[in-house]
């Protein structure tokens, strides 16, 4: 029996039952389709969730004046000195404690964690890149102002949303609903911590509004988050002037062998000219700061 047919029957049962309008059972007011969960989450309501992921930050950026950011990308597992320390404080005194049998494990754990000591300094660089570009920022009109946005996660996102704290600057966190790693740090400005289920969308949001991009060393989502940027760029789907900014020559150069690309005829030069390698906050500091002033004539903003 199809539903048509039930739902005959169950008018028939129901006029059956009574035969006038005060028997009848009272209907409740249906629910309205936006205030219905499990509506806005199903497959149907897909269109809903992905406007909204679309009007919802747009929203709050319109509210706090932000037309122009400076885009941070970076690894989620970069450690920051305290905390560096305080892992390896609890590895030893586990290993202090533990078991011979699980010795060798913690052991492993903590040469591991020896062998990205020298990470922690490009975390504590990127709070000082932030915090040099936040109070920049601050110094200039309204209109002309440029805020902090990372990917809201820890490790190089937190440290650049710290920089822009302790500069006393707004900043930004586009978070992602993932299993593993992504909470929203503690130093994002709290009307501006948004959480994003689409990639898409929440790249959408990386680009939109910015004016430069700092891409700090990082795994597979810092390297996604690159290439879309290089690509647009590259394929004048972004035209506006956009400094970008590879930091740590060495690492990137070691990570992605650009001159072979070049080489075998995947890259030219002018590809490679896209962006900058700086080493050290105030490299950066100066090339970004330097090319934005520049560029300072009101630029349209593209739609993507």
């Keep these: 029996m199809d539903k048509i047919e039930k ?19 009272r209907v409740e007011r249906a629910q309205q389709a936006y205030n219905n969960p499990e509506f806005v989450n199903s497959p149907d309501g897909r269109i809903i969730r992905l406007i909204s ?46 078991k011979e049998k699980k010795r060798d494990d913690i052991g492993k754990k903590i040469n591991r964690l ?6 922690t300094d490009i975390y504590t660089e990127s709070v000082k890149l932030s915090e040099m570009l936040s109070n920049w920022s601050l110094t200039r009109p309204q209109d002309k102002n440029y805020f902090v946005m990372t990917g809201g996660g820890p490790g190089l996102m937190e440290a650049a949303n ?57 795994g597979f989502g810092t390297l996604d988050e690159m290439m879309d940027i290089l690509t647009l760029v590259q394929t004048t789907k972004i035209t506006r002037p956009l400094p970008i900014v590879l930091y740590k020559k060495e690492f990137w150069q070691k990570t992605i062998n650009f001159d072979y690309l070049i080489e075998m005829g995947m890259l030219e030069q002018e590809d490679i000219d896209i962006f900058k390698f700086c080493d050290t906050p105030e490299e950066a500091f100066d090339y970004v700061t330097k090319f934005l002033e520049k560029c300072e004539a009101p630029q349209a903003q593209e739609e993507i």
Excluded: C
Excluded at 114 to 119: A, E, G, I, N
Excluded at 173 to 185: A, D, T, V, W
């Design 7 to 25: 739902l005959l029957e169950d008018n028939v049962k129901n006029a059956q039952k009574s035969h006038d309008s005060e028997n009848r059972v």
């Design 53 to 98: 992921e679309y009007l919802y930050p747009e929203r709050y950026l319109r509210k706090h004046e932000i037309t122009g950011t400076i885009v941070f990308f970076g690894s989620a597992r970069v450690l920051s000195e305290e905390a560096f320390l305080m892992k390896l404080g609890d590895l030893n005194d586990k290993l202090a404690s533990a």
């Design 114 to 119: 020896m062998s990205l000591r020298h990470l």
């Design 162 to 218: 710290r920089g822009a704290y302790r500069a006393g600057a707004p900043s930004i966190g586009l978070n992602i609903s993932l299993p593993f790693e992504q909470q929203p740090n503690q130093y994002i400005s709290p009307d501006l911590n948004f959480e994003f289920h689409y990639f898409f969308m929440r790249k959408f949001w990386f680009i939109h509004k910015a004016k430069a991009i700092i891409i700090l060393p990082g």
